[in-house]
Nanobody
C-alpha cells in the first residue's frame, strides 16, 4: 500500500522560507516517475506548483513560483523536497505531495487528475 506523508509546513512571515518534505512508503521516487507538489487555497482550484520527472532534468514550475521554489529528491531516503524561498502571502495554501503510479518518459502533466497517489497535505501560512 502506497503512502505519501508531507511535513515541514507552518507559519512564516513574508520573505521567509520553508522546506517541505514528502516521505513515501510502498513507492519509489526513482525510475522515471512523475512526482510533484500541488497546492490549494480556500476558494481556489488546486494547482500544480512543482513537478519533476525523476529520471531526467525535466521540471515544471508554476509561473507564480519560478525563481523562488525548488523541487528536489533524495533517492537514498526516498524523500521529495520543496524548498520555498521569498514566500508571499499568496503562497498560503494546503500543499500536497503527489505521484503517478507508473513510470513516464518525457515531460509530465501538471494536472492533478493525472496523479494517482496523494498525501494528506501540510498547511503553509504566510502572513505578517
Amino acid at each position: 500500500q502506497v503512502g505519501l506523508v508531507e511535513s515541514g509546513g507552518g507559519s512564516v512571515q513574508p520573505s521567509g522560507s520553508l522546506r517541505l518534505s514528502c516521505a513515501a512508503s510502498g513507492y519509489s521516487f526513482s525510475g522515471s516517475k512523475c512526482v510533484g507538489w500541488f497546492r490549494q487555497a480556500p476558494g481556489k482550484e488546486r494547482e500544480g506548483v512543482a513537478i519533476v520527472n525523476t529520471a531526467s532534468t525535466w521540471t515544471y514550475y508554476a509561473d507564480s513560483v519560478k525563481g523562488r521554489f525548488t523541487i528536489s529528491q533524495d533517492n537514498a531516503e526516498n524523500i521529495m523536497n520543496l524548498q520555498m524561498n521569498n514566500l508571499k502571502p499568496e503562497d498560503t495554501a494546503m500543499y500536497y505531495c503527489a505521484a503517478r503510479r507508473y513510470p513516464h518518459f518525457g515531460p509530465c502533466s501538471s494536472l492533478g487528475r493525472e496523479f494517482d497517489y496523494w498525501g494528506l497535505g501540510t498547511q503553509v501560512t504566510v502572513s505578517s
